[in-house]
């Protein structure tokens, strides 16, 4: 199942008792669906249980029966058979070519009218590669009057055409909740915000590290170009002229090259900025053979 069939499923399952609702809620089906006219209503969809849906709030909320049928392909379709009930139908949803006017009614209506939408030509793809929430407009006009609707209620909703297709969506992820969280889709917000703190848990540990590795790596050079340059001053017989504190430096590091600098200064109960002035001085001393 994608994450698209699981809103889907989620939005399905609220059935509203405000008749107001139930116009708003099929409204959004209809005006987003392939062909709303008086010739031919016909909506279809992947999803057997977003047809029956249709046909539920069509019946409910303006007493029409509308058919379900599936085709050979297996897809479902959703049409109303009658020319009188295609013309009731579509003299209540539209002027002209728009949205009729008085279709929201009221504040509740606007997610009846949302969850209509995104059950008609909405899309939500997998969380976990991207955060990305879309509706797939039939015409320019009607993403649009979707863009212009939308940018009201969630900020910044995006419009883009493709090979003739329109898209209004929304790209980040904080978008993404607030509408599924809007037509009612709890679950699924739910689902994205997990996914997202998970996420975010994952790239801090890499960040950490990372951090970490580059410490690590960092300890192990300076430890191998102490040993080196002290290597180098006992070759060329200069262990003895130095003072003591750095003769024993000197000493204590040959004889634990792979600690690091804590683990030095634990052993030799030096302090670590005494400890660390002294390799550094051996450095330069082997540096001037
Ligand atoms: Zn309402």
Request: hydrophobic share 40%.
């Amino acid at each position: 199942m994608s994450f698209s069939s699981d809103v889907k499923s989620e939005l399905c399952q609220i059935k509203s008792h405000k008749s107001c609702c139930l116009v708003s809620e099929c409204a959004g089906m209809l005006l987003f669906s392939r062909s709303l006219t008086d010739e031919k209503i016909s909506f279809c969809t992947d999803f057997d249980f977003v047809a029956e849906h249709l046909c539920y709030l069509i019946k409910k909320r303006l007493k029409i029966t509308a058919e379900h049928i599936i085709t050979d392909g297996g897809v479902n379709k959703v049409e109303v058979m009658s020319k009188r009930d295609r013309e009731t139908i579509v003299a209540r949803m539209k002027n002209g070519d728009k949205p009729a006017d008085g279709l929201i009614q009221n504040e509740c209506c606007l997610a009846a009218f949302l969850r209509g939408v995104f059950l008609s030509c909405g899309n939500l793809t997998d969380p976990n590669k991207e955060y990305r929430l879309e509706f797939i407009c039939p015409s320019r006009l009607m993403a649009q009057y979707l863009y212009g609707f939308l940018s009201g209620i969630i900020e910044n909703p995006k419009m883009a055409e493709r090979d003739g297709v329109y898209y209004v969506y929304y790209k980040h992820s904080e978008a993404v909740e607030d509408m599924l969280t809007l037509v009612g889709a709890a679950n699924a917000a739910l689902e994205v915000m997990e996914i997202k703190v998970e996420k975010d848990m994952r790239n801090k540990l890499n960040r950490v590290n990372n951090f970490e590795n580059a410490n690590l790596a960092k300890t192990v050079n300076a430890a191998v170009d102490q040993t080196e340059a002290i290597k180098k001053i006992i070759a060329a017989g200069k262990l003895d002229s130095l003072s003591e504190a750095l003769r024993e430096t000197a000493i204590l590091r040959k004889e634990n090259p792979d600690s690091s600098l804590s683990q030095l200064c634990k052993i030799s109960g030096c302090s670590r900025s005494g400890l660390n002035h002294r390799l550094k001085r051996l450095i330069e001393i082997a540096n001037e053979l």
